[in-house]
Antibody, heavy 113, light 112 residues
Framework: QVQLKESGPGLVQPSQTLSLTCTVSGLSLTSNSVSWIRQPPGKGLEWMGVIWSNGGTDYNSAIKSRLSISRDTSKSQVFLKMNSLQTEDTAMYFCARNGGDYWGQGVMVTVSS | DVVMTQTPVSLSLAIGQPASISCKSS???????????LNWILQRPGQSPKRLIY???KLYSEVPDRFSGSGSETEFTLKISRVEAEDLGVYYCWQGTHFPLTFGSGTKLEIK
């Protein structure tokens, strides 16, 4: 059974760095790619970036300068780090298997002082 | 970036009525592999998105056959032959042919 679960702080101060973890079960990160997608409250979905099965990454150019995605295959975990957070980064953050067939439950992140 | 335009923004239908949602892309979604990576997902209230259809018309195994997808190049349609109560939520089309991946703005289906 494939499962993805996001975890991380619910509240981040402006200008600080967001760190999220996606813990995966039921699939191997060495043969599956994982994307991060976010959704501001009441709004649509924005693809942020992907870590490929070979460890390479691709990012949305709109946030590329602030974003880093990495992984620890031994722990089946994918990490998202995004710096210089602003209030507009307040959103539900999801990880999903690339292809969009499996999604995590999401983690709500609020950027506020 | 490929812009995905969904219409209508919302639908209010009674149980048993058919539904149709349009999704248009600003570029052809036919990839060099010959595959078209146009997908549909449903986000029920308070939940994460759930898979419905991939590559235009292929239903995931758990999706009822009252759902169908069609289209090509830049114009795509999701249809529900007879709406049921569990179908309420926001439907999104999204494309995986071009980077960055992009989503439509969503169609909210309400049950009368």
């Amino acid at each position: 059974q494939v499962q993805l679960k996001e975890s991380g702080p619910g509240l981040v101060q402006p200008s600080q760095t967001l760190s999220l973890t996606c813990t995966v079960s039921g699939l191997s990160l060495t043969s599956n790619s994982v994307s991060w997608i976010r959704q501001p409250p009441g709004k649509g979905l924005e693809w942020m970036g992907v870590i490929w099965s070979n460890g390479g990454t691709d990012y949305n150019s709109a946030i590329k300068s602030r974003l880093s995605i990495s992984r620890d295959t031994s722990k089946s975990q994918v990490f998202l780090k995004m710096n210089s957070l602003q209030t507009e980064d307040t959103a539900m953050y999801f990880c999903a298997r690339n292809g969009g067939d499996y999604w995590g439950q999401g983690v709500m992140v609020t950027v506020s002082s | 970036d490929v812009v995905m335009t969904q219409t209508p923004v919302s639908l209010s239908l009674a149980i048993g009525q058919p539904a149709s949602i349009s999704c248009k892309s600003s570029q052809s979604l036919l990839g060099t592999s010959g595959k078209t990576f146009l997908n549909w997902i449903l986000q029920r209230p308070g939940q994460s998105p759930k898979r419905l259809i991939y590559q235009v018309s292929k239903l995931y195994s758990e999706v009822p056959d009252r759902f169908s997808g069609s289209g090509s190049e830049t114009e795509f349609t999701l249809k529900i032959s007879r709406v049921e109560a569990e179908d309420l939520g926001v439907y999104y089309c999204w494309q995986g042919t071009h980077f960055p991946l992009t989503f439509g703005s969503g169609t909210k289906l309400e049950i009368k």
